[in-house]
């Protein structure tokens, strides 16, 4: 009986939705958090509801299982697509389809029906099995030596390296990616981390497979709106998530140029400016500087194509992941973008 | 059996008042998070933390990799039962509060450094990267501020020439302490912000890092976490309004009602803050904390030391 009622509590509340964004969707997806009913989050351990948005050829469907394996029950997979006869990995195999521009409505009614038991909770897509072999091998048959080292259960574990201070501390391998918060779709991070600071860093952007696009960005105001969910974006990444959801709520709509410049000033007032001042520097343009382009609505560009990855890079080399968060959200790499196919296109 | 009552009514209160606290930061945060991002508020914002910790209640708990266990299961425990230690020391009036300890500002410092080890564990033990990373950067701005916190409540207790806080209390009878030290309070701040892992200084579980130590937290554990994260921001705040904006004193009301209001004008100030003002950066933050922050806490007991001769 009370356990009834806590699910039909449970069924009333907004939707905690993951959203993997793939190929074709651009940004998007970020405007979604304008709705009340929803609650984007950036952890999938946190949703109920996973929407996979876009395409998801090859390695990015692979990403998509493992993200899909990692929500708790009761959970459900939305597929917000454009291309339904394009790749559909085992995650969304058994996903309702939604076509349309609005999802909400889809989103809404799984997380009731799956919170009041009316269907059941997705099954587990990949095998609870060890993706490398490791038994048997070095001292401690974890693959490595000594006691370090080795790559048990598919993880690489840590082995000791010189750092930037001349000590020889532990240096652990991680792949980060590719639908982490604040990274631009299909990007993936191969780092060799030194506590929390970066030594090595490779960046990899997965396929993002071609074909019909969700995201339709008018040409003409196409660049402002962008610019919008970018800072939605960077802004839920600042941790100022009742802001972002301003500026997605602006995204959606051709906002007034009061409106954009009210935006504006709450976030130059936040110290997201200073925050971001001196991390990422490349051209001697800081992350800050990149920030506040995006803000001023009389820019007419806002955008540039960003630098190649391999600069990235470089610049994350020294910084603290944290910061290296920053650098890669400030930059907006342009992985897919509406804007880039509409300028290849003409 | 009055015994008894007695002996069970003190764990109870405050364990009540902590679970009223927390419901009243997740109103306040649901309300301030309206205003600034234009929707206005609406009935949802009562109804909305009971309805997602519904949610948390029915969701699977997580599993990962090779965790420790134990820790990952004790921290949150850890984490609101020191939230609950630091609030029985508040007094209520002139004559109760749950435990009047004498060196009741020793123990809110211990309460203070054991959260520390309460976040960071919650972190670690997850055994994943997020979470862990997380962890690294909190443990760096905890071990900054929390010098800030004894200097600003040691400068306070000397006008009181105790360490009780009842007689701080009494101390700043016609002039409270936010007016006789005035970098006492918004030092404090940053501590409770910091020391609950709160807006600009949501180090421990920001979204840039997924939800850090949350990140692989998911069910009745995180409404947990959840809790006591808005149960200390609770009780820093019952510390703030007793030990900077005289406590249970005022005119007309009964002391309870003052120390009900003052700690609800500071809660809605730091929760404010939260979606007002962004996250710090952490090596920033260190630095300022170190060369700007603590000598200005240093200056406060000056100060205090000063007017005391």
């Not at chain 1, 990899?204 to 969700?214: A, C, I, K």
């Not at chain 1, 602006?250 to 009210?262: E, F, G, H, I, N």
Request: with cysteine; charged share 15%.
């Amino acid at each position: 009986m009370a356990v009834a009622a806590v699910r039909r509590l449970a069924a009333t509340a907004p939707v905690p939705v993951f959203v993997a964004r793939g190929g074709g969707t651009g940004l998007l997806p970020v405007e979604l958090a304008f709705d009340a009913r929803l609650r984007l989050v950036v952890s999938p351990r946190h949703a109920t509801v996973l929407v996979a948005a876009g395409r998801f050829p090859g390695p990015l469907g692979v990403a998509v299982d493992r993200v899909h394996d990692q929500l708790p029950a009761p959970r459900g997979t939305l597929w917000w697509t454009a291309d339904v006869d394009g790749d559909r990995p085992a995650a969304l195999r058994d996903a309702s389809v939604v076509t349309d521009a609005d999802p909400v409505g889809s989103v809404v009614a799984l997380h009731r029906d799956l919170c009041l038991g009316r269907i059941r909770s997705d099954a587990a897509v990949l095998a609870d099995d060890p993706p490398n072999r490791f038994e048997g091998r070095g001292d401690h048959g974890q693959g490595g030596e000594g006691m370090m080292g080795g790559v048990p259960w598919g993880r690489p574990m840590a082995m000791t390296g010189d750092d930037r201070d001349g000590l020889a501390l532990d240096r652990l391998p991680v792949v980060l990616g590719p639908f982490l918060p604040g990274f631009p779709n299909g990007l993936r991070v191969h780092a060799v981390l030194q506590g929390d600071v970066v030594q090595e860093a490779k960046l990899e952007v997965l396929d993002l497979g071609s074909g019909p696009r969700l995201d339709r960005l008018d040409p003409a105001a196409g660049g402002a709106q962008h610019d919008l969910r970018w800072l939605a974006e960077a802004l839920r990444l600042a941790g100022l998530g009742a802001l972002a959801v301003r500026a997605a709520r602006l995204a959606r709509a051709a906002p007034a140029p009061a409106s954009r410049a009210a935006l504006a000033r709450l976030v130059r007032r936040s110290g997201l400016p200073a925050a971001w001042s001196g991390v990422g520097v490349i051209d001697g343009e800081d992350a800050r500087a990149r920030l506040v382009r995006r803000l001023d609505p009389s820019a007419p560009e806002g955008r540039s194509p960003g630098p190649s990855l391999e600069r990235v890079a470089e610049v994350l080399v020294g910084q603290d992941w944290s910061d290296a968060v920053v650098t890669i959200c400030s930059f907006d790499l342009p992985t897919d973008r509406a804007e880039a196919v509409i300028e290849a296109q003409a | 059996m009055t015994a008894q009552a007695e002996v069970w009514a003190a764990p109870l209160l405050t364990a009540g008042v902590l679970a009223a606290g927390a419901y009243v930061v997740a109103v306040l945060d649901a309300a301030v998070a309206a205003a600034v991002s234009g929707a206005g508020i609406g009935r949802s914002v009562l109804a909305g933390p009971l309805r997602r910790a519904a949610l948390l209640v029915v969701q699977q708990p997580s599993a990962t990799e090779r965790p420790d266990a134990a820790s990952w299961a004790l921290a949150p425990a850890l984490y609101a039962g020191l939230a609950a230690a630091g609030l029985a020391v508040i007094p209520w009036s002139a004559s109760f509060s749950v435990a009047d300890v004498e060196a009741g500002i020793v123990l809110w410092g211990t309460v203070e450094s054991l959260a520390i080890v309460a976040i960071f564990l919650h972190g670690w033990s997850a055994n994943t990267h997020q979470s862990l990373l997380a962890a690294y950067r909190f443990l760096a701005a905890g071990l900054s501020y929390l010098l800030l916190s004894m200097f600003v409540l040691i400068a306070a207790a000397i006008p009181a020439e105790s360490l009780q806080l009842s007689r701080i209390v009494e101390s700043q009878h016609g002039l409270w302490n936010v007016v006789r030290q005035p970098l006492g309070l918004p030092l404090f701040a940053v501590v409770a912000l910091g020391s609950s892992t709160w807006g600009p200084l949501n180090l421990a579980d920001g979204d840039d890092l997924s939800g850090g130590t949350t990140a692989d937290v998911s069910g009745r554990p995180r409404l947990v976490w959840s809790g006591a994260r808005a149960a200390m921001l609770t009780s820093f705040s019952a510390m703030a309004a007793t030990v900077f904006l005289g406590g249970w004193q005022g005119p007309v009301l009964p002391g309870p009602a003052w120390v009900v209001l003052k700690t609800l004008v500071v809660l809605a100030a730091l929760v404010a803050s939260g979606h007002l003002f962004a996250r710090v950066r952490t090596e920033r933050f260190v630095t300022v904390c170190w060369l700007v922050l603590l000598p200005l806490a240093f200056l406060d007991l000056v100060i205090a030391g000063v007017e005391a001769l």
